[in-house]
């Protein structure tokens, strides 16, 4: 960015608004907000119920631009305030963390619908000697996904633990004083 325009947007009276898009959106207004430029980030489904609020019923991005403008200009929405990197960092990895268990429930759903009628035939999967071994590989893929898996989440749990205790060991010393909060909450 040119120092003529960085100077520019500095003083001028205008703020920039655009919707929360979680990984696209925080890192533009995070510059944005470090240039000292004011910037406002909202919820989309805010700027959404505003936009039907005025009939609208364009959907392309030259309406959604003025829909946002219009709602920035109108509503005044809360300034956006610089998330620090070790935020989005914990942010990110709880992310993962969160998509990782979500997917492992997934494949715990199929390893049971795979398993299922083998069960019923008493097949005993927890005693691994009398686990048949001519079983589908469908079967043995899906199970060393779930142990894949499983390796991969502790591995994230250690990173965000390191984050935590490097970065925010106080305040989770703190959280944990509360009764009935855990680790994982805190």
């Known amino acids: 960015m040119t120092e003529d325009l960085q100077r520019k947007l500095k003083t001028a009276d205008f703020r920039y608004v655009c919707e929360t898009t979680g990984v696209y959106s ?73 998509n990782m268990m979500k997917a492992k429930r997934t494949l715990l759903g199929v390893d049971e619908a795979f398993k299922f009628p083998y069960i019923a035939y008493g097949v005993d999967f927890k005693n691994k000697a009398k686990t048949p071994e001519n079983l589908p590989n469908s079967l043995l893929i899906n199970e060393s996904l779930i142990m894949e898996m499983d390796t991969q989440i502790s591995q994230i749990n250690e990173h965000i633990k390191f984050w935590v205790d490097t970065y925010y060991k106080e305040t989770y010393d703190c959280i944990l004083s509360i009764p009935h909060v855990g680790h994982i909450g805190a």
Request: charged share 35%; net charge positive.
């Open 26 to 98: 925080i890192p533009v207004c995070n510059f944005l907000s470090k240039q000292g430029t004011k910037i406002t980030e909202d919820q989309a489904i805010k700027i959404r119920d505003f936009s039907k609020s005025l009939w609208n019923k364009g959907k392309d991005d030259k309406t959604d631009a003025r829909m946002i403008a219009l709602y920035g200009q109108l509503r005044q929405p809360k300034p956006h305030f610089v998330k620090h990197d070790e935020i989005l960092e914990l942010d990110r990895l709880w992310t993962l963390r969160r």
